[in-house]
């Protein structure tokens, strides 16, 4: 590397490390910033000998990443942003942080995958879906795909991982020149009603779809998720067992292998390792109080809300909603979101936005009762199971006060 970037990769170390022992988070953004000041090619320079998977979609890209590092451990170390922090400032910290790895997985806000794709020249890119997200901030998901076809282009020698299930991403991979297809389901379609090549109606069957003006339509996938399994591209099944619940974690799964045997790695290598993922960054971690067996589920925007609704058991259920600047301030969304899944289970409000919850249910016709607190919760359901469903800086907040009594 050159001294710039040597003097800016240990810069960047020590910010973060001050701001961790200043108890002010992991320090990823801080220390990733200050490092890419000194020198604005440290990204590129810290990637530069490393074979660089990326992730990038709309929903699943953090635990998608956390399994594929895991998968991809088995041929050596590998660096991964393992908190979330998914922009450059965040890429750079953690690549800095690990020092001299074979390998890197990190996860991608999907409006940076350009950018990042030219600073990391990455060996694989996974593609999971797009689907709407924050309103007030996030882009079209048509101009999203759009980027992203054009971040493709000018890169033939990517081999792209991409979701089969969903038109957009189909769409924006297709002419990529090496293309690996996976089908991890896609529950959430109200954003790819239309084709975004010739705007023609999309239709669907029995989990095929196609573009009824185009050529456009669903891939043969080479890994297919399959009951509890996944089907590798020889035609064998092998089963996923995980901590992690639900089918979308089998399909998160499924990626994962994909992605890792574009490097090399067998199914039967990688699973036993996925096997031993039990919460990442606090989802689905599970907190045993007062009797109460409590699951937190982090859900942000309305296609992640449907896979939550999928992953709960059928238990008292806790949806707590805030409109803070993470979170995005408009809470419009909740009328995307279809929460009749949840009448027939006992349901309990809370959080800042607790009253635009309460709308909503109102006209979904989903009975509920409101809790000023999370140890009204608490106290308010018979002992057993609790699932808990967040969104961001809500997801947050309840888990500061577990940490905080535990
Ligand atoms: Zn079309």
């Not at 000041?37 to 990637?47: F, G």
């Not at 922009?87 to 940076?112: C, I, N, Q, R, W």
Request: hydrophobic share 45%; net charge neutral.
């Amino acid at each position: 590397m050159p001294l710039i970037a040597k003097v800016a990769t240990s810069v960047s170390k020590t910010a973060a490390a001050l701001s961790r022992a200043a108890g002010r988070g992991d320090g990823s953004v801080i220390g990733g910033w200050i490092g890419l000041k000194i020198d604005p090619d440290l990204l590129a320079h810290l990637a530069s000998g490393r074979a660089v998977a990326l992730v990038s979609g709309t929903n699943g890209k953090t635990t998608t990443t956390r399994l594929t590092a895991a998968a991809v451990g088995v041929l050596g170390r590998v660096a991964t942003n393992s908190f979330g922090a998914n922009m450059p400032t965040g890429h750079t910290s953690a690549l800095a942080k690990e020092g001299h790895t074979p390998f890197a997985v990190l996860e991608v806000d999907e409006h940076y995958l350009a950018q990042v794709i030219d600073a990391t020249r990455p060996r694989v890119v996974a593609l999971l879906n797009l689907s709407r997200d924050q309103l007030d901030r996030a882009k079209e998901v048509a101009m999203m795909a759009q980027l992203w076809k054009t971040a493709l282009a000018g890169h033939p020698e990517i081999k792209v991982v991409a979701n089969a299930d969903d038109p957009m991403v189909v769409w924006a991979a297709g002419n990529s020149p090496q293309t690996t297809w996976f089908s991890a389901g896609q529950r959430w379609h109200d954003d790819s009603f239309v084709c975004p090549e010739s705007g023609h109606p999309i239709e669907r069957a029995d989990g095929d779809w196609w573009c009824t003006g185009c050529p456009l339509r669903r891939p043969r996938p080479h890994w297919a998720v399959e009951d509890e399994g996944v089907i590798d591209p020889r035609g064998d099944w092998h089963l996923v067992k995980l901590q992690l619940p639900g089918k979308v974690n089998i399909g998160n799964a499924a990626t994962a292998l994909a992605v890792a045997g574009e490097f090399g790695v067998r199914p039967i290598e990688a699973l036993p390792r996925l096997a031993r993922v039990a919460s990442i960054a606090g989802r689905y971690a599970q907190v045993d109080r007062d009797g109460r067996n409590i699951r937190l589920l982090l859900a942000k925007n309305p296609a992640s809300w449907l896979e939550a609704f999928d992953m709960a058991d059928q238990a008292p259920t806790l949806l707590s909603i805030n409109a803070r600047d993470p979170d995005g301030l408009d809470t419009s969304w909740l009328y995307d979101v279809d929460f009749s899944p949840l009448r027939d289970r006992p349901v309990l409000i809370t959080g800042d936005r607790a009253y635009d919850l309460a709308v909503r249910l109102q006209v979904n016709q989903v009975p509920f009762r409101h809790v000023k607190t999370f140890d009204e919760a608490l106290r308010s359901v018979p002992p057993g199971r609790l699932e808990v469903i967040a969104n961001y800086t809500a997801f947050q907040d309840i888990r500061a006060e577990l940490d905080r009594v535990n």
